[in-house]
């Protein structure tokens, strides 16, 4: 089994090789398989993610919903996440990784979080998530009950990757 840094690695390569018109359109099929969920139709209150280059665009679902669920984005502060509600593009700025991020004020009831929409590096089919190492998101899914759903391209669903003690695993894993 590769290790944590050969899997980054190794992903990091395979998205180069992929063409433009990859990342929208997969992005899109992903979009469209949460949006049947049930986890996704019967929450009101969901936290997904602005997304990087080359990572799953689900803003089209952040957009569509905003008006109808409380939709929150995760907010870097100091060594943690936390979360704000998405209240518009021109409600972000970007944060100190070059990723926008809301403005407003910080969601603190945690537990009214139904359901969490997280991206990452890499996923196995026992729901192990590889981040980008920072533990950003395992620090903050050890402490919800939500139900966690775990968002990547096939190319970064492994049949296995390493997992350590404090890794918080995903219930469900969706890529296309």
């Not at 840094?5 to 929208?24: A, G, T, V």
């Not at 190319?155 to 990757?161: A, G």
Request: one cysteine or more; a neutral charge.
């Amino acid at each position: 089994m590769l290790n944590k840094s050969e899997i980054r690695n190794s992903i990091k390569e395979l998205k180069k090789k992929q063409s433009q018109d990859y990342y929208p359109v997969h992005s899109q099929i992903i979009a469209d398989k949460i949006e049947r969920l049930p986890q996704f139709v019967h929450s009101q209150t969901i936290a997904m993610y602005w997304p990087m280059p080359m990572e799953v665009d689900l803003t089209p679902l952040i957009i569509k919903y905003s008006t109808s669920k409380t939709i929150l984005l995760p907010v870097v502060s100091d060594d943690d996440i936390v979360f704000s509600q998405f209240e518009g593009e021109s409600q972000m700025k970007k944060n100190r990784y070059n990723i926008l991020e809301p403005t407003g004020t910080v969601f603190s009831d945690i537990e009214q979080i139904e359901a969490l929409i997280i991206p990452g590096i890499a996923f196995d089919k026992s729901g192990n998530r590889l981040g980008r190492g920072k533990g950003y998101y395992d620090r903050f899914l050890s402490t919800s009950n939500a139900f966690k759903i775990g968002v990547c391209f096939e190319f970064q669903l492994f049949e296995s990757i390493p997992a350590l003690p404090h890794d918080v695993k995903v219930n469900m894993v969706i890529c296309g």
